[in-house]
């Protein structure tokens, strides 16, 4: 149904995007937070907006996913929980996929706005973010109540660069606690932090116990069907402020819609992108040990030797030997690169063309997130990375962050490498 109809007083519009809505009169609200007559909403793919009617109204929607139904798609308990966070510092919620976890946290965050509290919001759902680059542990410090997450803005990030935290459990952790450290040093109370639908597994039990450990969350919200949980809530420290909820039906979304919402959220990046040149020689590299080994050039010719390929670069240390090449070998050459490399240490071999569109984040000077973009050339001899970024401008880059997807032209998916691999 597309067109302009009235919404009674006490019904809910639960618009699914993509599409939009446009308040003509009346009294609406979105996830407690008013949407005034005239004002217009942009809803993503795969989302849905509940539209809460306070009194008679007339919208206008180009959604073709509608449905009204009585009262309100806020949970009671929703209400419960945002009353008691106004007095918590640190507000942590876990579930699975498709949980209603942002919605949840996006209510609270704008009843303790309206309540004159300073809240501000650690995003570490990497894969769907609602604050800042996919691959990225996003913080804002919301001003004013917000129907969606685009109203907040985003303040900084730690750059993880990849859409699962699968093998970057470190970094996740770390970042999300620096995240959480600078909203507290700022002064925000309470702070809310969401995270990744990865519960399950040993993998997904290390990160969320382990997180849990180093956040201590005052209030600890754990969304779960039915117990999935569990060994996780059984496995956190004692006395730990835990809420038990489900999940609210009407505003589930589907997998599907979660995978285009990511490309669109990429794509929405490399608008205004522009080329970078960035000497790597005296500025912060990250996520790239190899590219900061001394060259050895008698391991190189020895290579060379075996292989009939001259490696960009070749250098052992600690136990790990490395060497870059240029173009993928073939199969025989390979093995003769590993059984040279086996003889100073644990062998790898880099491929440089497997980094092209290599997805990256940048820091300033003061090691503070300014950006992201993908890599295009990596000039090994002069020490000189050339990509394209979507940076903040005025900002010097002072530092580069090598993610794990590698981006197409259009900044669209299209590979991985592995944790590790540079």
């Known amino acids: 149904m597309v067109g302009e109809f009235e919404l009674p007083g006490g019904f809910t519009l639960l618009v699914r995007g993509p599409g939009s809505v446009e308040v003509l009169d009346g009294d609406v609200e979105v996830f407690g937070a008013p949407l005034d007559r005239g004002s217009g909403l942009r809803i993503p793919e795969g989302r849905v907006i509940p539209l809460e009617a306070r009194k008679d109204s007339f919208v206008r929607s180009s959604a073709e996913?509608?449905?009204?139904?009585?009262?309100?798609?806020?949970?009671?308990?929703?209400?419960?929980?945002?009353?008691?966070?106004?007095?918590r510092k640190v507000v942590m919620a876990m579930g699975t996929s498709d949980m209603g976890k942002s919605s949840m946290i996006?209510?609270?965050?704008?009843?303790?706005?309206?309540?004159?509290?300073?809240?501000?919001v650690v995003d570490a759902d990497i894969g769907q973010t609602d604050i800042g680059p996919p691959g990225t542990i996003g913080l804002a410090f919301p001003q004013t109540p917000a129907p969606t997450y685009s109203g907040f803005g985003?303040?900084?990030?730690?750059f993880i660069g990849d859409k699962s935290p699968a093998g970057h459990l470190l970094p996740m952790i770390v970042g999300s606690r620096l995240m959480v450290n600078e909203a507290l040093s700022a002064g925000a109370a309470p702070?809310?932090?969401?995270?990744?639908?990865?519960?399950?597994?040993?993998?997904?039990w290390a990160l969320k116990v382990h997180k849990v450990e180093v956040l201590m969350p005052d209030m600890l919200i754990a969304v779960q069907r039915e117990a999935e949980l569990e060994p996780v809530l059984r496995s956190i420290p004692r006395g730990m402020n835990v809420k038990r909820v489900r999940p609210p039906g009407a505003l589930r979304k589907d997998r599907g819609s979660r995978i285009r919402y990511r490309v669109m959220s990429l794509a929405s990046f490399a608008e205004g992108r522009t080329r970078v040149e960035v000497g790597l020689n005296g500025?912060?590299?990250?996520?790239?040990?190899?590219?900061?080994?001394?060259?050895?050039?008698?391991?190189?010719?020895?290579?060379e030797a075996a292989t009939g390929a001259r490696p960009?670069?070749?250098?052992?240390?600690?136990?790990?030997?490395?060497?870059?090449?240029?173009?993928?070998?073939?199969?025989?050459s390979f093995a003769y690169a590993l059984a040279v490399l086996k003889d100073a240490g644990e062998a790898r071999i880099v491929t440089m063309d497997r980094l092209r569109g290599l997805y990256l984040g940048f820091l300033d000077r003061h090691d503070r997130f300014i950006g992201v973009g993908r890599l295009l050339e990596l000039d090994l001899r002069t020490g000189v990375l050339r990509g394209e970024a979507k940076i903040s401008a005025g900002n010097e880059i002072g530092g580069v962050v090598f993610g794990s997807l590698i981006l197409d032209d259009d900044w669209q998916e299209m590979d991985s490498i592995r944790p590790g691999y540079l």
């Open 191 to 204: 702070v809310f932090v969401n995270t990744t639908g990865l519960v399950e597994g040993s993998v997904g």
């Open 283 to 303: 500025i912060r590299v990250v996520n790239a040990r190899t590219l900061l080994m001394a060259d050895d050039g008698i391991l190189k010719r020895k290579l």
């Open 65 to 87: 996913g509608m449905e009204t139904l009585e009262g309100t798609a806020v949970p009671r308990i929703w209400e419960e929980m945002a009353e008691e966070a106004l007095d």
């Open 106 to 120: 996006l209510y609270m965050v704008n009843r303790a706005l309206r309540a004159g509290r300073r809240p501000a």
């Open 154 to 158: 985003l303040s900084d990030a730690y």
């Open 312 to 332: 960009e670069l070749a250098g052992a240390s600690y136990g790990e030997a490395v060497a870059i090449f240029r173009e993928r070998l073939d199969q025989r």
